[in-house]
């Protein structure tokens, strides 16, 4: 929201006041608050007939600083609030000290300084350079006519070169800088400004991020208004704020997710292929049943079908009942599919009860539909007749809405695509009492964490995966998240991928897509380009509006495409889990903005149509009909893992590519773990795994995690001394094989392990027990 018009003045109607000095402070071991008024005091008469803001800083981990701004302390706390980690509110990880007029806090490696003698200035520094500072108009406060609403408001400096990412998925262009950004759920598509995943939390170029705790909306002007300024206000008498130093995009989000919740770990069988029935077409038993077996006569792997919304009857969603005229056998149904193939099932469900359906006169008698001021329930037919909204504040409803879905676990049933949660309005009346403007973003968070948690109460911690749509900060503990309604065209396809690495900046670690774009039936050579993309997500589903996307409705091709990326997937299974255990333990997402793993060469910086797969895959995906793609390559020594060749960056190409391959480079120096399976995702990656090795400078030593499902994981350590290369194994269950791609080398005379020459290069087998494998580079 813009308050000023230009430089000089303010919007009509505006009214603004910032603090200006400050005038007193109180100051603890661990923290300290300061008193500003918003203009020059000359004398006792100044201090009269004029606001004073509180301003507490505080720091609740190491890295971490808050700042609390307050006008008026006693307006009404109605909620809800995000749920931050422990220490929120104990600021034990700060330490004060004062030198004469000089205050500093410092939360490890982050300080914030301010001299209490100088006009009203906040200053964060870290490793000995200022990060980022409040200036004169930094902190306060504006009202505007007619409505007299009253904004708090901050601004953070921006440095020369500064670029800013994040602020959840989003679809306009990557870097934030000069855009106006509204934190506000909709439901829009992926074509416009509006977004399903509204995170208060951004992060920039030069070593730190921002997070607001506010859950209602949050405005920012991306130096959009003040051009050396990020912007954000909210409507109320208190913004706070938290500065998290990484120094590195990895480690900001590492402390982010710290704060507001680590990723869950999916369980590995949700890494395979998920087919869907497609949103309006026509389908029942037969249709599926027909898609699955052509799935396995074209020998493509699948791990997950999904029932799109009309598993259930028209103008009933939900009523968490089958179709009986269309699937009369419900549970026969899903027991033949699991049995016969093998196959996990997802259903569609969304958190309103239509008029029609059975279930609306329990949930409005029972007071678990969200109600008007006046106590009727609030209805619209958008969407469903004359829904209503489940009042997930209720804990009566949370219950009741659990023990539908339990119904279906036991029919079956494995997870859920947990849609909508964005049109929530703002004229209502919640059980709890919140605040409407705060629970219109807010409600996503207890409808999918509802989900979740049944699934694991019912499915086991670790076997727990939400398809979800919307989202806010905290989000990132129920995945995955999809990319929402894009068009079948290459443009869309790249604004999923633009939205995907913009959500992984925010916390995210899992994110998927409709392969082949949601409304509009693709092109053949769209559908082979999207499933090579959506193949090397973390999460890939075959999803449409009108069409289907089985691969043999395209070409004989499409389904090539299709089954060589996806057991590729699998083969690549022990190396993009080991992803995942990453993402859930620090919050770096899978698939990475180029600016992640390479923060220090500015070319990475705006890159928004490549991205890092983990630590070392490279992935850029082909947006045109004839196969022509640029991309990027850093500094280094780079391998395509599907053609070996070699490749050397710093530098831009272009390229052909045929729907067999598309740029997938392998970093110089990696040891990327290949399963030995590629019918499906989730086996003991461990047993038979073959560690491919790209070009080991002398004196590396690289150690590689390969994940085991319900054991521990197996650690592999490769090192090269001179011409030696030498593998060793810890907790390996069975055989496992190094492969030097693109060397020649030797087994040492005598050693108990075998060696061959390969188109790739030289790969050594060792049986199951042999714990250390020695190669002579030749």
Same mark, same amino acid.
């Given at each position: 929201m813009k308050f000023t018009d230009g430089y000089w003045l303010m919007r009509d109607g505006v009214q603004a006041s910032y603090a200006t000095e400050i005038a007193d402070t109180r100051v603890h071991d661990d923290r300290f608050t300061l008193y500003a008024p918003v203009r020059h005091v000359r004398h006792r008469g100044d201090t009269l007939n004029g606001p004073l803001l509180t301003v507490e800083c505080f720091s609740p981990a190491e890295?971490?600083? +808050?700042?609390?701004? *307050?006008?008026?302390? +006693?307006?009404?706390? &109605?909620?809800?609030?995000?749920?931050?980690?422990?220490?929120?509110?104990?600021?034990?990880? #700060?330490?004060?000290?004062?030198?004469?007029?000089?205050?500093?806090?410092?939360? #490890? @490696?982050?300080?914030?300084?301010?001299?209490?003698?100088?006009? $009203? &200035?906040? %200053?964060?520094?870290?490793?000995?350079? /200022?990060? *980022?500072?409040? %200036?004169?108009?930094?902190?306060?406060?504006? *009202?505007?006519?007619? =409505?007299?609403?009253?904004?708090?408001?901050?601004?953070? @400096?921006?440095?020369?070169? %500064?670029?800013? $990412?994040?602020?959840?998925?989003?679809? /306009?262009?990557?870097?934030r800088n000069g855009q106006s950004v509204d934190i506000w759920q909709a439901d829009g598509g992926t074509a416009s400004e509006q977004a399903y995943k509204n995170v208060p939390f951004h992060l920039t170029n030069r070593?730190?991020?921002?997070?607001?705790?506010?859950?209602?909306?949050? @405005?920012y002007e991306v130096g959009s208004e003040a051009v050396g300024q990020v912007q954000f206000s909210v409507e109320g008498q208190t913004l706070e704020y938290y500065v998290i130093h990484g120094p590195g995009p990895k480690e900001i989000l590492d402390r982010y997710t710290a704060l507001t919740g680590r990723p869950a770990l999916p369980p590995a069988w949700s890494f395979g292929l998920w087919l869907s029935t497609s949103f309006t077409t026509s389908y029942d038993e037969e249709t599926v049943r027909g898609f699955v077996r052509g799935m396995a006569e074209r020998d493509i792997p699948l791990g997950v079908f999904h029932f799109d919304c009309f598993w259930m009857r028209a103008y009933q969603w939900c009523d968490f009942a089958w179709d009986p005229e269309v699937f009369p056998d419900p549970e026969g149904m899903l027991r033949r599919l699991k049995e016969e193939h093998g196959l996990r099932i997802c259903v569609w469900i969304n958190p309103y009860i239509a008029q029609k359906s059975p279930l609306f006169d329990e949930a409005a008698r029972l007071g678990y539909l969200v109600r008007r001021p006046d106590g009727s329930v609030w209805q619209w037919d958008l969407w469903q007749a004359g829904m209503g909204l489940v009042d997930f504040t209720h804990p009566g409803a949370r219950a009741w809405y659990a023990d539908k879905l339990r119904g279906l676990l036991g029919q079956g049933v494995d997870c859920f695509k947990t849609d909508f949660g964005e049109r929530v309005p703002t004229d209502v009346v919640w059980h709890d009492g919140s605040d409407p403007e705060r629970m219109h973003n807010y409600y996503t968070q207890l409808y999918n964490r509802t989900v979740f948690e049944t699934l694991t109460e019912e499915r086991g911690a670790g076997d727990a995966v939400l398809f979800a749509r919307s989202a806010t900060a905290g989000g990132q503990q129920y995945p995955v998240h999809w990319g929402g309604d894009c068009e079948s065209t290459f443009g869309a396809m790249a604004e999923s991928l633009r939205g995907g690495l913009s959500l992984g900046l925010s916390g995210f670690g899992f994110w998927s897509h409709d392969i082949g774009g949601f409304e509009g039936d693709p092109a053949p050579e769209l559908f082979k380009r999207w499933v090579q993309f959506g193949l090397l997500s973390s999460h890939s589903r075959l999803h449409g509006s009108t069409? $289907?996307?089985?691969?043999?409705?395209?070409?004989?091709?499409?389904? /090539?495409?299709t089954r060589e990326f996806t057991k590729l997937k699998h083969r690549l299974m022990p190396y993009l889990y080991r992803a995942a255990q990453q993402a859930a333990e620090h919050g770096t997402p899978v698939m990475r903005a180029m600016l992640l793993e390479f923060p220090d060469d500015p070319a990475c910086h705006t890159l928004d149509r490549q991205y890092m797969l983990g630590d070392d895959l490279l992935v850029a995906p082909v947006f045109t009909t004839d196969g022509t793609v640029e991309y990027y390559v850093p500094d280094?020594?780079? /391998?395509?893992?599907? @053609?070996? %060749?070699?490749?050397?960056?710093?530098?831009?190409?272009?390229?052909?590519?045929?729907? =067999?391959?598309?740029?997938?480079?392998?970093?110089?120096g990696a040891v990327l773990p290949y399963g030995e399976r590629d019918g499906c995702a989730d086996y003991d990656w461990a047993h038979g795994v073959t560690l491919r090795a790209y070009r080991l400078a002398d004196g590396a030593t690289v150690t590689t995690r390969v994940p085991r499902p319900r054991a521990a994981d197996a650690v592999f350590r490769t090192r090269r001394h001179g011409q030696r290369i030498t593998a060793e194994a810890t907790g390996a269950p069975g055989p496992w094989h190094l492969l030097l791609v693109g060397a020649r080398a030797d087994a040492p005379e005598g050693a108990d392990v075998t060696s061959r020459h390969t188109d790739e290069g030289t790969l050594l087998r060792a049986p199951a027990g042999v714990t250390e494998l020695t190669a002579l580079l030749t």
């Open positions: 890295g971490v600083i +808050g700042v609390r701004a *307050t006008h008026h302390a +006693g307006t009404l706390d &109605r909620g809800p609030h995000f749920a931050l980690g422990s220490g929120q509110n104990d600021a034990a990880a #700060g330490k004060v000290t004062r030198d004469g007029t000089l205050l500093e806090l410092a939360g #490890g @490696s982050l300080s914030l300084r301010v001299d209490t003698a100088a006009p $009203y &200035r906040l %200053e964060f520094t870290a490793d000995g350079r /200022t990060l *980022t500072s409040v %200036e004169a108009r930094g902190t306060g406060y504006a *009202t505007t006519a007619p =409505d007299g609403a009253h904004h708090s408001l901050a601004q953070l @400096s921006l440095g020369v070169g %500064e670029l800013v $990412y994040g602020l959840g998925e989003r679809f /306009t262009p990557f870097v070593g730190y991020g921002v997070f607001v705790n506010h859950p209602g909306k949050v @405005s069409s $289907y996307r089985v691969p043999w409705a395209y070409d004989e091709e499409a389904v /090539t495409v280094g020594e780079w /391998t395509h893992l599907l @053609s070996g %060749e070699r490749i050397s960056g710093p530098g831009w190409r272009r390229e052909q590519h045929g729907f =067999d391959s598309l740029p997938l480079l392998v970093r110089g």
